[in-house]
C-alpha cells in the first residue's frame, strides 16, 4: 500500500516533456517542398492554442495598463490587485486546458494510427529494414544477458543484488544502441522505450522490498501504466503529435491509475477506515493537482506519499547487501554512512527536482513574488539542512557507540592501563554524545531560521539575556551542572566504580548533564545531583587492602600460624583466577591484642579494586580454617572459669567457715 503511490511517479514528467522542442530528426525526414507547409500548420497550431493565446492577451494587457496602475495604486492595491489577476490568470489557463484535453480525446486514434504509419515508413525506408531487425535481435539478446547473470550470480535473499541483471540488462542494451546505425525516429523511440523498462524493472524491485506480497500485482500494473504515459508523452512530442492528444491520452491514463489506487487503498485489510479515507482523499488530490498543472505542488504531494517507503526500500536493499557480503553490523559506521547517505542522496535529488519545477511552473500561485520565492526555497534549504544534521548525529551516534561497545568493562580488562581507559570511555562517551545531540540541534535550528529569513543575530542577543535569567532563577540546576563539569575534568569517578559520598554509596551506572546514577548492593537505585555529592569516596580507584582478624588461644604457636598464613596467600597468588588480581598476597601482620579469651592475631592482603574483593576474602576464610585443622590449632571460644586449684576437702572447709562468718554476722546485728 505504501507503494500505491507511485502511480503518480512520471506524471508530473508529462507537462515538461510537452515542452521540449523537436529536434532536428524530427525535421530529416521531411522533403524541402513540404517544410514550408508545415511550418504554416504548426505556426496555425501554435496561435489556435488557447495558453498562446491567453499568453498574449496578458502581455498585450500590462503593456498598456502598467503605467497608470503604478501611478494610481498604493502598494497594497497593486499586491492585492497582482494576486487577483494571478488568480484569474491561472483560473482561465485551467478552464481552457481542461476543455482543450476533453475535445481532444476524439483524435487520440487518429493520432495513433499517423505514429504508427510514420514509424514503420522511417523503419522500412532508406534500407533500415535490416538495421530495425538486428535492433530487435539485440534487446532479445540482452534480455538473454540479464537472464544469464542472474541464474549465474544472483543470490537468494533480499539484498541490492536484485537489481544488478536490470543494470546488466540496460548497460548492454546502451552499448547496442551506440553501436548500430539504425533509423532516427526508431532509435529514439527505442531509446525512449528501453529506459521506461528499465525504470519498471527497478521500480518492481523496490516493490518487491517494500510492499506487501498480495500487491505486488497491482502495483506493478499501476507503474507500468505510469511508464507507458510518460514514453507516449515523450516520443509523441518527438514524434510531432498534436500536444492536445497527448494531453487527453494522458488523462485517460491518469484516470486509470487513480482509480486503480483507490481500490487498492480501499482494499488493505492493515489500515483503519479512516487511514484509507484520508489516502483516498490524498491521491484524488495529487490527481487534481496533476490536471489543474500545478506542478509543483503535484511534486510536493507526490514525495509524502513516495519517499518514506522509496527509503524503507533503499535502506533494507543497502543493509542486506552488506551484511551479506561485508559482514557488517548495522550499527557500523560504514553501514550507517551508505544507508543515511543513500536516503539523503535521494531525498536531496527529490528537493532539487522541485526546485527545477518551481522555476518552470509559472502557473504557481505566488511564483512572481519574491517573498514567496524566497521563503520556499528557505524550506527546501532547510529539509536539506536537516538531512546534512541526521547524517552528521547518526555517524557521530554510530560511533560513539561503537566505541563504548567494544571497549571491555572494568573487570574484563586484561591490565590496569586498560581498565582505566575503558571506564573513561564508558564514563565520558555518553555525556559527549549528548552534548553533539544538543549542539546538533541548536545549530541546526538557528541555521533554519536564518534560511527561512529570520535575522537570528537579536535572537541569539535575546536567548543570551533570557539565559541569565533562567540562571539567576535556576541556581540549583547551574550549580549541579557546572559540578558534574568539574567532578569529570577532576576524575573523580568513571562508570563501574563504588563510591560513597554523604549518605549514598553504591555503583556509577551512567551520568547525565546533571545527576549521577548509583546502585546500592542491595539494589536501590540513586539519582544524585551533582552538587549533592560533596566529597566523594571512591573505593574503586588504584588498590584496595583487605584486613581480617582471628582469635586464638593464648597457648597457640604464633610462628606456625604465620608460615600458615604465608602458604595460604601463595596458593591464591597461584591461582589462575584470582592470582591476576593481588597486589600483595595475603600475610599475618602479628598480634592485634591480647583478649579475655585469647590472641588476636592479624591478616592483610592487597589488590586491585575489583568487586570480588568478597568472594576473596570468603577464600581466605575458608582455607585458612581449614589450615588450621591440619595443624593442631583450635579458635578461641568463650569461656568462664568456675574455681580454683584447691582440694575438694579445702573447698568444703572454706565454704562452712563461710556459713559460720554470716551467722555471726547476724547474731550481732540482732543484740543491737
Same mark, same amino acid.
Given at each position: 500500500m505504501k507503494w500505491l503511490a507511485a502511480l503518480f511517479v512520471f506524471l508530473g514528467t508529462t507537462p515538461t516533456l510537452a515542452q521540449v522542442p523537436l529536434p532536428d530528426v524530427a525535421q530529416q525526414d521531411s522533403s524541402p517542398e513540404t517544410s514550408a507547409s508545415q511550418k504554416i500548420d504548426d505556426?496555425?497550431?501554435?496561435?489556435? !492554442?488557447?495558453?498562446?493565446r491567453r499568453w498574449i492577451e496578458v502581455q498585450a494587457? *500590462?503593456?498598456?495598463?502598467? /503605467?497608470a496602475s503604478a501611478e494610481t495604486s498604493s502598494p497594497e492595491t497593486t499586491s492585492m490587485g497582482d494576486v487577483i489577476r494571478e488568480m484569474a490568470t491561472w483560473e482561465g489557463h485551467a478552464r481552457d486546458r481542461f476543455q482543450t484535453?476533453?475535445?481532444?480525446?476524439? !483524435?487520440?486514434?487518429?493520432?495513433?494510427e499517423r505514429v504508427f504509419l510514420r514509424l514503420r515508413a522511417d523503419a522500412t525506408g532508406n534500407g533500415h529494414t535490416t538495421a530495425s531487425i538486428f535492433l530487435s535481435l539485440l534487446v532479445?539478446?540482452?534480455?538473454?544477458?540479464?537472464?544469464?547473470?542472474?541464474?549465474?550470480?544472483? *543470490?537468494?535473499?533480499?539484498?541490492?543484488?536484485?537489481? =544488478?541483471?536490470?543494470?546488466?540488462?540496460?548497460?548492454?542494451?546502451?552499448?547496442?544502441?551506440?553501436?548500430?546505425?539504425?533509423?532516427?525516429? /526508431?532509435r529514439l523511440v527505442a531509446t525512449f522505450c528501453l529506459l521506461a523498462f528499465v525504470a519498471y524493472r527497478l521500480v518492481a524491485t523496490a516493490i518487491g522490498h517494500a510492499a506487501h506480497p498480495e500487491v505486488h500485482g497491482r502495483l506493478k500494473i499501476i507503474v507500468g501504466l505510469g511508464l507507458a504515459m510518460t514514453v507516449s508523452t515523450a516520443t509523441g512530442t518527438i514524434l510531432d503529435v498534436d500536444a492536445n492528444a497527448l494531453q487527453a491520452a494522458a488523462f485517460l491514463i491518469s484516470c486509470i491509475m487513480l482509480g486503480l489506487s483507490v481500490e487498492l487503498v480501499w482494499h488493505s485489510v492493515n489500515r483503519s477506515v479512516a487511514t484509507r479515507s484520508l489516502l483516498c482523499l490524498h491521491l484524488a488530490a495529487v490527481w487534481l493537482l496533476w490536471c489543474l498543472d500545478l506542478r509543483t505542488a503535484f511534486w510536493i504531494g507526490l514525495y509524502i506519499l513516495l519517499l518514506p517507503p522509496m527509503m524503507r526500500a533503499i535502506g533494507h536493499a543497502i543493509r542486506d547487501y552488506v551484511a551479506v557480503h561485508f559482514l557488517?553490523?548495522?550499527?557500523?559506521?560504514?553501514?550507517? =554512512?551508505? /544507508?543515511?547517505?543513500?536516503?539523503?542522496?535521494?531525498?536531496?535529488?527529490?528537493?532539487?527536482?522541485?526546485?527545477?519545477?518551481?522555476?518552470?511552473?509559472?502557473?504557481?500561485?505566488?511564483?512572481? !513574488?519574491?517573498?514567496?520565492?524566497?521563503?520556499?526555497y528557505g524550506f527546501l534549504k532547510s529539509i536539506v539542512i536537516l538531512l546534512l544534521a541526521d547524517l552528521v548525529w547518526h555517524l557521530t551516534k554510530a560511533a560513539i557507540d561503537r566505541n563504548i561497545m567494544t571497549a571491555p568493562a572494568g573487570s574484563e580488562a586484561e591490565n590496569p592501563t586498560e581498565e582505566t581507559h575503558a571506564t573513561r570511555l564508558h564514563t565520558l562517551l555518553p555525556i559527549l554524545r549528548n552534548v553533539l545531540a544538543v549542539s546538533l540541534f541548536i545549530v541546526a535550528g538557528l541555521v533554519i531560521l536564518g534560511q527561512l529569513g529570520v535575522d537570528i543575530g537579536p535572537l541569539i542577543a535575546g536567548a543570551g539575556i533570557f539565559g541569565v535569567a533562567i540562571g539567576f532563577g535556576s541556581q540549583a540546576l547551574v550549580r549541579d551542572v557546572i559540578s558534574g563539569i568539574f567532578y569529570l575534568f577532576d576524575d573523580a569517578f568513571r562508570v563501574g566504580e563504588y563510591i560513597q559520598a554523604k549518605n549514598y554509596k553504591g555503583t556509577v551506572e551512567g551520568f547525565s548533564l546533571r545527576s549521577?546514577? =548509583?546502585?546500592h548492593h542491595r539494589g536501590p537505585l540513586f539519582t544524585v545531583p551533582f552538587g549533592e555529592l560533596g566529597a566523594v569516596e571512591n573505593m574503586s580507584r588504584d588498590w584496595s587492602k583487605i584486613k581480617f582478624s582471628v582469635t586464638v588461644p593464648y597457648d597457640t604457636d604464633i610462628e606456625k600460624a604465620r608460615k600458615i598464613g604465608k602458604a595460604i596467600g601463595q596458593e591464591?597468588?597461584? !591461582?589462575?583466577?584470582?592470582?591476576?588480581?593481588?597486589?600483595?598476597?595475603?600475610?599475618?601482620?602479628? /598480634?592485634?591484642?591480647f583478649g579475655e579469651y585469647g590472641i588476636a592475631i592479624s591478616f592483610a592482603m592487597v589488590t586491585v579494586p575489583t568487586s570480588q574483593q568478597s568472594f576473596i576474602r570468603r577464600s581466605a576464610y575458608a582455607m585458612l580454617r581449614e589450615a588450621f585443622q591440619k595443624n593442631g590449632i583450635a579458635f578461641a *571460644?568463650?569461656?568462664?572459669?568456675?574455681?580454683?586449684?584447691?582440694?575438694?576437702?579445702?573447698?568444703?572447709?572454706?565454704? *562452712?567457715?563461710?556459713?559460720?562468718?554470716r551467722a555471726g554476722e547476724q547474731e550481732d546485728s540482732t543484740s543491737l
Open positions: 505556426l496555425m497550431r501554435l496561435f489556435k !492554442d488557447p495558453e498562446i494587457g *500590462q503593456k498598456t495598463g502598467t /503605467v484535453v476533453i475535445s481532444a480525446v476524439p !483524435d487520440i486514434s487518429s493520432e495513433i532479445a539478446l540482452g534480455i538473454m544477458a540479464e537472464w544469464f547473470f542472474r541464474r549465474r550470480w544472483q *543470490q537468494h535473499g533480499k539484498g541490492i543484488e536484485h537489481y =544488478l541483471p536490470t543494470v546488466v540488462f540496460a548497460a548492454f542494451m546502451a552499448a547496442s544502441l551506440f553501436a548500430i546505425q539504425s533509423p532516427p525516429l /526508431v557488517m553490523p548495522a550499527s557500523d559506521s560504514r553501514s550507517v =554512512l551508505l /544507508v543515511r547517505g543513500a536516503r539523503a542522496a535521494i531525498t536531496g535529488l527529490a528537493i532539487a527536482w522541485i526546485a527545477t519545477v518551481w522555476d518552470m511552473d509559472g502557473h504557481m500561485i505566488g511564483h512572481g !513574488d519574491p517573498q514567496t520565492a524566497t521563503l520556499f549521577v546514577k =548509583l546502585r591464591l597468588l597461584g !591461582d589462575p583466577e584470582l592470582g591476576r588480581l593481588f597486589i600483595q598476597p595475603l600475610k599475618m601482620k602479628g /598480634v592485634e591484642e *571460644q568463650p569461656s568462664i572459669r568456675v574455681g580454683g586449684g584447691k582440694t575438694p576437702e579445702a573447698t568444703a572447709a572454706a565454704y *562452712q567457715s563461710q556459713l559460720l562468718a
